[in-house]
């Protein structure tokens, strides 16, 4: 099964967001997708999401998934915008819970901010299996960049969220609260073990040095060959060295304290206050 799948750069945040098709059908599922936020302003655009769904409508697709890789720490969701123009049921890992549970506290979010997983429709664990039309995804939990990362099989295709990067880039870091770079190798392990000419998709891209273009779709035979973090046989022992030495050196990213708020709720926004406004907290010093 070789499902159809259209990517979607968004050049503010590097993000890819795909379009995955049923060849023989109309269904599809987006995954990763990405609302527009301008941190000065506060403001919030829909101009990235409005293309997917565009494409979709054009070319009358039905959307049957929202499929999120993790609670994305560089970009707000835009699954809810898309689920309200197209349709479709937004999953994530279960793990979620810890994922709201640590960020339920870094914020001070109180008893409102349910941290069970109810605000996605579906919540998926290791060896879980759904379809788009007639084609089936496959559920691999991934977790080392954040404890619910997930990665979907969909025929031979790949989409390995903040797992993997292309080759020549490597891999995602482990820093953010829950992440372990001991268990992203692991992670990675089982990436690598799918066949050798299962398409990668990965879930962001920054060119590499060398590289002047973007790209986003590699294989697994690839990977082994040629990543520059765990290919050529890489142990797990260089591996956590190299990685936690270079996390140590990275800086936040710059939507982390908006896209963790929001997506930590499906994609939603903080309930208004009585007036009707929305707000986001600045948590000082804590991350
Ligand atoms: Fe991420």
């Known amino acids: 099964m070789t499902p159809e799948v259209t990517a979607f750069f968004d050049n503010a945040t590097n993000t890819i967001s795909y379009v995955v098709r049923d060849p023989n059908g109309t269904a599809c599922a987006v995954i990763d997708s990405v609302l527009d936020f301008d941190y ?9 999401a409005d293309q997917i769904v565009a ?5 009358g697709y039905e959307c049957q998934w ?8 560089d970009h707000l969701s835009a699954a809810p915008y898309i689920q309200q123009q197209v349709g479709g ?4 890992g279960d793990n979620i819970k810890i994922v709201q549970d640590t960020f339920g506290k870094v914020f001070n979010e109180g008893t409102e901010f349910q941290r069970d997983g109810s605000q996605f429709d579906e919540l998926f664990v290791e060896g879980d299996s759904v379809h788009i039309g007639q084609m ?4 691999l939990h991934t977790p080392g960049h954040t404890p619910a990362c997930l990665t979907y099989i969909i025929g031979d295709a790949a989409f390995v969220g903040d797992t993997l990067f292309m080759p020549d880039f490597g891999t995602a870091r482990c820093d953010f609260p829950g992440g372990s770079s001991e268990t992203l190798y692991d992670s990675v392990q089982k990436i ?3 066949p050798d000419d299962t398409r990668i998709f990965v879930g962001h891209d920054y060119k590499a040095p060398g590289r002047d273009v973007y790209a986003w779709e590699t294989t697994v035979g690839e990977q082994k060959a040629a990543n520059i973090h765990v290919g050529h ?6 591996f ?3 990685r936690d030495t270079r996390d140590a050196t990275l800086a936040m990213p710059r939507l982390i304290i908006p896209s963790l708020q929001v997506n930590m709720r499906a994609g939603q926004m903080p309930e208004p206050d009585d007036k009707g406004d929305v707000f986001l907290k600045v948590p000082v010093n804590k991350l």
Do not use: N
């Open 89 to 92: 049921k937004i999953g994530i």
């Open 240 to 242: 956590v060295a190299m």
């Open 233 to 238: 046989g890489a142990s797990k022992d260089d």
């Open 192 to 194: 690598l073990a799918l």
């Open 136 to 139: 089936r995804v496959d559920v």
């Open 66 to 73: 929202l499929l999120e890789s993790h609670v994305h720490a």
């Open 55 to 59: 494409f979709i409508k054009d070319k």
């Open 40 to 48: 000065p302003s506060g403001r919030t655009d829909t101009r990235s």
